[in-house]
């Protein structure tokens, strides 16, 4: 079972600023299954990004990802109120779906 | 536009049968993997297992003893049943609709509560 580890835990910004995600495999990830979700509080998770560099349909330009092999990095170039949630990375092999623990994005 | 509606007993009883419904609206079943993934409170996403519309399934190690999750064509829906629950069990539990390229999941349930409890 491939293991996602996603840091850091929470990261504090301001609105405008630039924040970067880090999602780390425990062994090599086909970035075609690669994908990345925010959760707010009380509500279900949102593709963003999918086969690690593909934005969902309807998800804005500053949200992007980037990476391959066992290292992949969400960006948001500059942060929305909006944008202040929880994001998963999650990956498919060996016939099953795996999440990593989280990255609470926070106000500072 | 489609969309997916959990439905089933908000509480169930230690050692139980969990039993859930996904109703899919506003697209067909076919052509895609079929999710269960639970939230346990205030901790992160665990995907349970799918169905394909054809009816094949896979499941995650841990639970594949106790999980069965069934797909109903004619109806547009799916369901989970997971078996001698414990109180780890309490979650939310989402179904999701699974694209059968990438496997991302696009579109995903509200969400439903169970709590497991006597």
């Known amino acids: 079972e491939i293991v996602l580890t996603q840091s850091p835990g929470t990261l504090s910004l301001s609105p405008g600023e630039r924040a970067t995600l880090s999602c780390r495999a425990s062994?090599?990830?086909?970035?075609?299954?690669l994908a990345w979700y925010q959760q707010k509080p009380g509500q279900a998770p949102r593709l963003l990004i999918y086969a690690a560099s593909s934005r969902a349909t309807g998800i804005p330009d500053r949200f992007s990802g980037s990476g391959s092999g066992t290292d992949f990095t969400l960006t948001i170039s500059r942060l929305e109120p909006e944008d202040f949630a929880v994001y998963y990375c999650q990956q498919y092999g060996s016939s099953m779906y795996t999440f990593g623990q989280g990255t609470k994005l926070e106000i500072k | 536009q489609v969309q997916l509606q959990e439905s089933g007993p908000g509480l169930v009883k230690p050692s139980e049968t969990l039993s859930l419904t996904c109703t899919v609206s506003?697209?067909?079943?076919?052509?895609?993997?079929w999710s269960w993934i639970r939230q346990p409170p205030g901790k992160g996403l665990e995907w349970i297992g799918y169905i394909y519309y054809s009816g094949s399934t896979n499941y995650i190690p841990s639970l594949k003893s106790r999980v069965t999750i069934s797909v109903d064509t004619s109806k547009n829906q799916f369901s989970l049943k997971l078996s001698s629950v414990t109180a780890a069990d309490t979650a939310v539990y989402y179904c999701a609709r699974g694209e059968r390229y990438f496997y991302y999941m696009d579109v995903w349930g509200k969400g439903t509560t169970v709590t497991v409890s006597s």
């Open positions: 506003g697209g067909s079943i076919s052509s895609y993997y």
């Open positions: 062994q090599s990830v086909s970035s075609s299954y």
